[in-house]
């Protein structure tokens, strides 16, 4: 597969909300990752901050208003002939109530921690959280 020349990676964020015992989830609708669960996010749109895009893409696919903290950290993606950078932020959600699933989101969902296993995780979200000591256990 040729790779056009003029191509370049996008930049993407992921809003990574806990509360409680359980975070904040979506199964992507379409697009990249279709079908499978992720934390809230997209692409950053020109003259937008990583804060600003983290949470317009919570809003978004969720409806529900936080507050972008910390970065959690980051991945990369490379799905053919797309290549997506995403950096996670801590997000606090100002009133975490049941969310509503809009935008690219077919599903969203507050998930226990300890049942976040038994979704099919976007690759590389389950290591990500696991080494930043927000998910104690490893998926099997």
Same mark, same amino acid.
């Given at each position: 597969?040729?790779?056009?020349?003029?191509? $370049?990676?996008?930049? !993407?964020?992921?809003?990574?909300?806990?509360? =409680?015992?359980r975070? /904040?989830?979506? $199964? =992507?609708g379409? *697009?990249?990752?279709?079908? #499978? #669960?992720?934390?809230?996010?997209? $692409?950053?749109?020109?003259?937008?901050? /990583?804060? &600003?895009?983290?949470? $317009? &893409? /919570? @809003?978004? &696919?969720?409806?529900?208003?936080?507050? !972008?903290?910390?970065?959690?950290? #980051?991945?990369? =993606?490379?799905?053919?002939?797309e290549?997506?950078?995403?950096f996670?932020?801590?997000?606090?959600?100002?009133?975490?109530?049941?969310? %509503?699933?809009?935008?690219?989101?077919?599903?969203?969902? #507050?998930?226990?921690?300890?049942?976040? !296993?038994?979704? @099919?995780?976007?690759?590389?979200?389950?290591?990500?959280?696991?080494?930043? *000591?927000? /998910? %104690? %256990?490893?998926?099997?």
């Amino acid at each position: 597969m040729a790779v056009d020349p003029l191509a $370049r990676p996008e930049v !993407c964020v992921g809003a990574v909300a806990v509360d =409680r015992d359980r975070i /904040l989830m979506i $199964r =992507r609708g379409h *697009g990249p990752g279709a079908g #499978w #669960w992720s934390v809230p996010g997209g $692409r950053v749109e020109h003259g937008e901050t /990583l804060a &600003e895009a983290t949470v $317009r &893409e /919570l @809003r978004e &696919e969720t409806g529900l208003e936080g507050v !972008c903290g910390e970065l959690v950290g #980051w991945v990369e =993606r490379l799905d053919g002939p797309e290549h997506f950078v995403i950096f996670d932020f801590a997000v606090t959600v100002l009133d975490p109530m049941p969310p %509503t699933a809009g935008d690219d989101a077919a599903e969203a969902a #507050w998930v226990p921690l300890d049942e976040l !296993c038994e979704l @099919r995780l976007v690759d590389g979200l389950a290591e990500l959280l696991y080494d930043k *000591g927000i /998910l %104690t %256990t490893t998926l099997t």
